[in-house]
């Protein structure tokens, strides 16, 4: 059993250390996320929240002699319960999901289904807050369903770290996760001793791993964003692949922490990007746009329909940012600005912006 003065100790430093936690993530996403509308990160800090209370309680249970386990041990359990919802809750807001599990998290169904495991493990355990009987298996509730929650989240923080090539704290999650995990199975047998130091060491690595993973983020923005014409490098490659088939790569350097980039195209839209390289590099630099509903034969157009200019955008942004990690306001307006220029003449005619020295095919 623990005394009061490790109670007290453990309870103090789970308030004040999770509280900051709290306030610091906030301010992150006050300063960011709240620009993108991008609440993953409230419900993030919202969870650590609940760990601060939850060490409010322990105090206030130790100051005022409260030693009834069905209320300590049920209190514990709210806070635990609801910490794991937030964590849950905060999943769907994630940049990078796994794809076998991206149409769960991402479904319209997905508060129900943390929603309802939440309701059946919180209904019982204030039941027998109310009621003080000893109800068997009411105390694992929130055990099982902080494992339902670990298994979701390391493998959200998982895929998230690879994707920003952060493979280090990709295995920093891993064994955070696991150090969670050993801490839920102490819970289970009841270890006060154990339990109480490994809660300890899980919610400082899982608060650390949430900075992280914020950082992360603010590192992606910065480099994710888009460089001028100036500064934008791109070279264009047919590569032919030993089973015969034609590679078309395009290479576009000059974006902040990274190398290059390489985007792969389909061949229509390599040819419609080699023939704006190859313009921009000769006398004359301008290729024509087809008007709507031209209905005049025997002229022939470069372009024949706007459309391929921005079908050819998405796919670079694609290539560049991954589908669906892009938006029209930050990427797509910004790279057509930096690739693309139109005729002040307004006479359907557009090239290619980048300088002719940044060009190689």
Known sequence: MLNNEVISFYGWWQFSVCLFAFVALL???????KKQNDFGQV???????????????EIYFIETDITSAFVVDGWRSVWSLLNSLFILLALPWFRYIPDPIRHIIESKYWIYIVGLPFLFSLLPTVTRMVSGADLTMINELDVYYAIFTLGFLGYVLWESFLKRRLKALAFLSLVCILITL??????????????????????????MIFFALALSW???????????????????????????????????KGFPGAEKREVTL?????????????????DDEWLEIKPKNYAVSGKTFDINDYNQIKRL?????????????????????PLK?????????????IRLKIPKDNISL
């Open 266 to 282: 389909t061949p229509a839209l390599f040819e419609l990007l080699h023939k704006f390289a190859q313009r921009r590099l000769s």
């Open 337 to 349: 600005t930096a690739l693309f220029e139109m005729s002040e003449k307004r006479d359907r005619k």
């Open 27 to 33: 301010s992150i996403w006050w300063h960011i996320g």
């Open 43 to 57: 419900w993030l800090a919202l969870s650590v929240l609940c760990w601060s209370i939850s060490g409010a309680f």
């Open 182 to 207: 050993v801490a839920q199975f102490y819970k289970l047998l009841g270890n006060e001793i154990n339990l109480t130091l490994f809660s300890a060491i899980f919610k400082t690595t899982l608060i």
């Open 218 to 252: 603010v590192k992606e923005l910065a480099e994710n964003v888009v460089p001028g014409s100036n500064h934008l490098h791109l070279k264009l490659l047919r590569n032919k692949l030993a089973s015969g088939k034609i590679e078309h790569l395009v290479f576009l």
């Open 313 to 333: 955008l998405v796919a670079l942004l694609d290539g560049v940012f991954g589908g669906g990690n892009w938006s029209t306001e930050h990427h797509q307006n």
